[in-house]
């Protein structure tokens, strides 16, 4: 297994420790192993290409691995009434949609990459999450103002990944 495999799968093993420290009130310690296995994710893409060590594991691992580290940290939001999960809700059917296109695109011998909104959306997901993990008490207007920006992200970047990539589905949409 090469350097940017492992790094995804520290990722996925670094989710457990992320939602215990979380949701046993240890918010400093939950946001310092949110944002390391965030770094993993830019790492081990960086590597990956600049070595030619693309492999089909992490083609497959690596955005699996990101839609369960923010999933986590969705899910634990809810679980602690920190956002709504008709938001959350939202956030992840949106990654399903997109994981399910990618994969009939796949059979038909397509590679979708991420877009300019896609990538907008991480961006600010993240930085809602990383924002919001230490919860100093309350939901202060720069989270809410954050987590309307991610849901915001989320929709026009679905819509636009749809409309760019209708030809997938036959060009039924």
């Not at 949110?34 to 060590?53: E, H, P, Q, V, W």
């Not at 939901?139 to 989320?154: C, G, P, R």
Request: proline share 3%.
């Amino acid at each position: 297994m090469n350097l940017p495999n492992k790094l995804t799968v520290l990722r996925v093993i670094m989710i457990p420790f992320f939602v215990v420290f979380y949701l046993t009130g240890h918010g400093i310690i939950a946001d310092i192993i949110f944002i390391a296995a965030s770094l993993t994710d830019m790492l081990d893409g960086k590597i990956a290409r600049k070595y030619n060590l693309v492999t089909n594991f992490g083609k497959f691992m690596d955005p699996l691995a990101d839609k369960l580290l923010v999933a986590a940290a969705l899910i634990c939001f809810v679980e602690m009434d920190r956002i709504p999960a008709w938001i959350v809700l939202i956030i992840i059917s949106r990654e399903f949609i997109i994981s399910g296109f990618r994969l009939v695109a796949a059979e038909g011998g397509k590679v979708i990459a991420a877009g300019y909104w896609g990538k907008l959306k991480t961006a600010v997901t993240m930085v809602t999450i990383i924002f919001m993990i230490p919860n100093f008490g309350g939901v202060h207007l720069i989270e809410q103002i954050l987590v309307y920006a991610s849901l915001a992200l989320t929709v026009i970047s679905l819509i636009d990944y749809l409309v760019k990539n209708k030809e997938v589905l036959g060009g039924e949409m």
